[in-house]
């Protein structure tokens, strides 16, 4: 569907939404939401709902323009969700963005389009999770996708590589590399060249090691978002089988005892001050809400830690106390450079109504200038690449064992670690220009770039549970969640800190790099001095930022240990209720080295392929 048209399938009252008899009802319409919803629907025997919180933004600029990335943030299509304090970054609090719009987070987002390695989906599998590993997820991620190849010229000048082996031809989310590139890009895969990283021209593939030129999820034809709401819903809107009821708020959902067990019947939820329940026929409730709000709503229903569950004041239905644990996230610092004056950045774009003026009418005239384009000049590499293994192999002497629960978790983590494996990605860089870094304030007139630097396989782990009750009634969907990140605690937080240390001095190596230096004037932020590794140290902890990739709350663990450390089995299904599965970045056990959105896409694939299998297979069985 076109940005300009209607969506018939949102024209809904809420007792219009109520009056359809649904066999599958999807809490959450995000960005697994959607896309489960939409291949649901595809069987005409299976009627669906969506409920979703947030309000369609179809025609919201902030949205749809590329080059308008993070305007959203802290808006009324976010949550504004934050950390605790945090006793490792001095006891700040971190914003802790999520979607609360028609297609949820991947309408926030940047954009950027990459996947794990092979061996971050093969680590699943080792966890139980048959059929999740690479060549497993591989069909998936090709069938969310429609890769738009670019030409021979723009290959060549923004070395533009892929191998379409690996990508999709004929799905639904539109992906396709930036039609131009600001100046800095132009310097990119020089500067990793000088310094010994090669460009990766399949890092789709199950290696995304080295430089490479980012993919995103932008439509070429138009120039704008792809996201899950223009994607999966908007083209089969007119489907009879599929109903979305948004500015939806679900409470909780409905549990009710038969004989020794507990089935999922539906959903409680408010719509403009009015509480209602929808209940499914014959079918299931799938949870679609993401790593915060999936594991809030099980609390919420009265499955989790029965010690979380009775200070919230929730009658515990099913006893689980590893939802809401296991939170993993990446965490990213934003070093900041005064750059050349006479280059053009977003932020001086934005500051300049001139500027903005000119840029808005090519935009719209012709699909071009600077709001076509996201951060695109991406590099990962394993921390072997700049650390000395001497170093890398006393990190890891210094981690203790884990407890016996996560003994399988904490092994692979240290495997990975300590293999010194090439092919692993560790750390990601993304050098932008614009300042990226909300503790550094701009000076007027002056133009900066950033070089982002992202953690991708944290020790730190944290959790997200409901609060504790407050006077006396217990707790609801509007008291904010508890998320703690425990950024760099313990052990394993230490060992974080340290490899970013090292990290964090390599990224200024690569802006020292020509040709790259040559546009940088000096390092800003932290001032430019020698900065020995205290000051590094201080430096991380007072400016570390999450990089809003949150996953692990509703762990999938598959096998006969299972319901022991996770809380989903490798079909989705929420141990101990019949009828309710979670679907979404919450399932994920073990963090990826990449950006979430398109694996995310592809469990939402998978997942909608394991739902239709099995109501199938209930059909047959009820002939």
Same mark, same amino acid.
């Given at each position: 569907?076109?940005?300009?048209?209607?969506?018939?399938?949102?024209?809904?009252?809420?007792?219009?939404?109520?009056?359809?008899?649904?066999?599958?009802?999807?809490?959450?319409?995000?960005?697994?939401?959607?896309?489960?919803?939409?291949?649901?629907?595809?069987?005409?025997?299976?009627?669906?709902?969506?409920?979703?919180?947030?309000?369609?933004?179809?025609?919201?600029?902030?949205?749809?323009?590329?080059?308008?990335?993070?305007?959203?943030?802290?808006?009324?299509?976010?949550?504004?969700?934050?950390?605790?304090?945090?006793?490792?970054?001095?006891?700040?609090?971190?914003?802790?963005?999520?979607?609360?719009?028609?297609?949820?987070?991947?309408?926030?987002?940047?954009?950027?389009?990459?996947?794990?390695?092979?061996?971050?989906?093969?680590?699943?599998?080792?966890?139980?999770?048959?059929?999740?590993?690479?060549?497993?997820?591989?069909?998936?991620?090709?069938?969310?996708?429609?890769?738009?190849?670019?030409?021979?010229?723009?290959?060549?000048?923004?070395?533009?590589?892929?191998?379409?082996?690996?990508?999709?031809?004929?799905?639904?989310?539109?992906?396709?590399?930036?039609?131009?590139?600001?100046?800095?890009?132009?310097?990119?895969?020089?500067?990793?060249?000088?310094?010994?990283?090669?460009?990766?021209?399949?890092?789709?593939?199950?290696?995304?090691?080295?430089?490479?030129?980012?993919?995103?999820?932008?439509?070429?034809?138009?120039?704008?978002?792809?996201?899950?709401?223009?994607?999966?819903?908007?083209?089969?809107?007119?489907?009879?089988?599929?109903?979305?009821?948004?500015?939806?708020?679900?409470?909780?959902?409905?549990?009710?005892?038969?004989?020794?067990?507990?089935?999922?019947?539906?959903?409680?939820?408010?719509?403009?001050?009015?509480?209602?329940?929808?209940?499914?026929?014959?079918?299931?409730?799938?949870?679609?809400?993401?790593?915060?709000? /999936?594991?809030?709503?099980?609390?919420?229903?009265?499955?989790?830690?029965?010690?979380?569950?009775?200070?919230?004041?929730?009658?515990?239905?099913?006893?689980?106390?590893?939802?809401?644990?296991?939170?993993?996230?990446?965490?990213?610092?934003?070093?900041?450079?005064?750059?050349?004056?006479?280059?053009?950045?977003?932020?001086?774009?934005?500051?300049?109504? /001139?500027?903005?003026?000119?840029?808005?009418?090519?935009?719209?005239?012709?699909?071009?200038?600077?709001?076509?384009?996201?951060?695109?000049?991406?590099?990962?590499?394993?921390?072997?690449?700049?650390?000395?293994?001497?170093?890398?192999?006393?990190?890891?002497?210094?981690?203790?064992?884990?407890?016996?629960?996560?003994?399988?978790?904490?092994?692979?983590?240290?495997?990975?670690?300590?293999?010194?494996?090439?092919?692993?990605?560790?750390?990601?860089?993304?050098?932008?220009?614009?300042?990226?870094?909300?503790?550094?304030?701009?000076?007027?007139?002056?133009?900066?770039?950033?070089?982002?630097?992202?953690?991708?396989?944290?020790?730190?782990?944290?959790?997200?549970?409901?609060?504790?009750?407050?006077?006396?009634?217990?707790?609801?969907?509007?008291?904010?969640?508890?998320?703690?990140?425990?950024?760099?605690?313990?052990?394993?937080?230490?060992?974080?800190?340290?490899?970013?240390?090292?990290?964090?001095?390599?990224?200024?190596?690569?802006?020292?790099?020509?040709?790259?230096?040559?546009?940088?004037?000096?390092?800003?932020?932290?001032?430019?001095?020698?900065?020995?590794?205290?000051?590094?140290?201080?430096?991380?902890?007072?400016?570390?930022?999450?990089?809003?990739?949150?996953?692990?709350?509703? /762990?999938?663990?598959?096998?006969?240990?299972?319901?022991?450390?996770?809380?989903?089995?490798?079909?989705?299904?929420?141990?101990?209720?019949?009828?309710?599965?979670?679907?979404?970045?919450?399932?994920?056990?073990?963090?990826?080295?990449?950006?979430?959105?398109?694996?995310?896409?592809?469990?939402?694939?998978?997942?909608?392929?394991?739902?239709?299998?099995?109501?199938?297979?209930?059909?047959?069985?009820?002939?």
């Amino acid at each position: 569907m076109g940005s300009n048209e209607l969506n018939s399938s949102l024209d809904l009252s809420v007792e219009d939404f109520l009056s359809h008899r649904f066999t599958h009802v999807i809490v959450g319409g995000g960005t697994a939401g959607l896309t489960v919803a939409a291949r649901l629907a595809e069987d005409p025997s299976i009627t669906v709902g969506v409920l979703e919180a947030g309000s369609p933004a179809y025609h919201e600029p902030s949205i749809n323009v590329p080059g308008r990335f993070g305007e959203t943030l802290g808006t009324k299509y976010d949550w504004q969700f934050e950390t605790t304090p945090q006793p490792e970054f001095g006891g700040r609090k971190l914003p802790f963005p999520r979607g609360k719009v028609l297609g949820g987070t991947s309408a926030l987002n940047f954009m950027t389009w990459n996947r794990g390695c092979r061996e971050d989906y093969d680590a699943w599998e080792k966890m139980g999770c048959e059929g999740w590993g690479w060549e497993g997820l591989l069909p998936f991620f090709k069938k969310s996708e429609h890769f738009h190849r670019p030409s021979v010229e723009h290959q060549r000048l923004h070395r533009s590589y892929h191998n379409e082996k690996f990508h999709g031809a004929g799905g639904l989310l539109q992906t396709a590399y930036s039609s131009q590139y600001g100046v800095s890009h132009q310097h990119w895969h020089a500067t990793m060249k000088r310094i010994g990283i090669d460009t990766n021209k399949s890092h789709l593939s199950g290696s995304n090691v080295g430089c490479w030129t980012s993919l995103t999820s932008v439509d070429p034809l138009t120039r704008e978002r792809s996201y899950s709401a223009n994607a999966y819903l908007s083209p089969f809107s007119n489907r009879p089988n599929l109903h979305v009821l948004t500015e939806a708020t679900v409470q909780n959902l409905v549990l009710e005892r038969e004989e020794e067990k507990w089935i999922a019947k539906g959903a409680c939820f408010t719509h403009s001050g009015a509480e209602y329940v929808v209940p499914v026929t014959r079918g299931e409730v799938i949870l679609c809400g993401g790593s915060v709000s /999936s594991s809030q709503i099980l609390e919420l229903s009265g499955v989790g830690s029965p010690e979380i569950l009775g200070a919230a004041g929730i009658e515990v239905k099913v006893g689980n106390p590893n939802v809401g644990e296991h939170l993993q996230e990446h965490m990213m610092t934003a070093m900041v450079f005064e750059i050349d004056p006479s280059i053009t950045t977003m932020e001086s774009v934005r500051s300049d109504p /001139s500027l903005l003026a000119d840029a808005q009418h090519e935009y719209s005239t012709a699909h071009a200038g600077i709001l076509t384009t996201v951060p695109s000049s991406v590099a990962y590499l394993p921390f072997s690449f700049f650390t000395p293994i001497s170093r890398l192999s006393s990190l890891v002497s210094s981690l203790p064992d884990s407890s016996p629960q996560q003994q399988h978790r904490h092994y692979i983590l240290l495997n990975r670690f300590g293999s010194f494996d090439q092919r692993l990605g560790q750390i990601e860089y993304n050098f932008d220009l614009s300042n990226y870094n909300p503790y550094f304030p701009s000076e007027p007139g002056k133009r900066y770039a950033t070089m982002l630097m992202m953690l991708q396989y944290p020790f730190s782990a944290g959790s997200i549970h409901i609060p504790p009750a407050s006077n006396r009634n217990p707790t609801s969907v509007n008291d904010k969640p508890v998320i703690d990140p425990k950024y760099f605690a313990g052990p394993g937080g230490k060992v974080d800190l340290a490899t970013m240390i090292e990290s964090q001095k390599f990224g200024e190596q690569i802006c020292k790099t020509k040709p790259l230096a040559d546009i940088i004037v000096k390092r800003v932020f932290p001032p430019e001095q020698e900065v020995e590794e205290v000051q590094w140290e201080t430096w991380i902890r007072n400016t570390t930022l999450t990089d809003w990739h949150p996953v692990g709350t509703c /762990s999938m663990v598959g096998g006969r240990k299972g319901r022991e450390v996770g809380v989903v089995d490798e079909r989705l299904r929420v141990f101990g209720v019949e009828g309710l599965r979670v679907c979404d970045a919450s399932v994920m056990p073990l963090q990826i080295s990449a950006h979430l959105q398109a694996t995310v896409y592809a469990i939402a694939e998978k997942g909608a392929e394991i739902i239709k299998e099995d109501w199938r297979a209930r059909k047959r069985k009820a002939l």
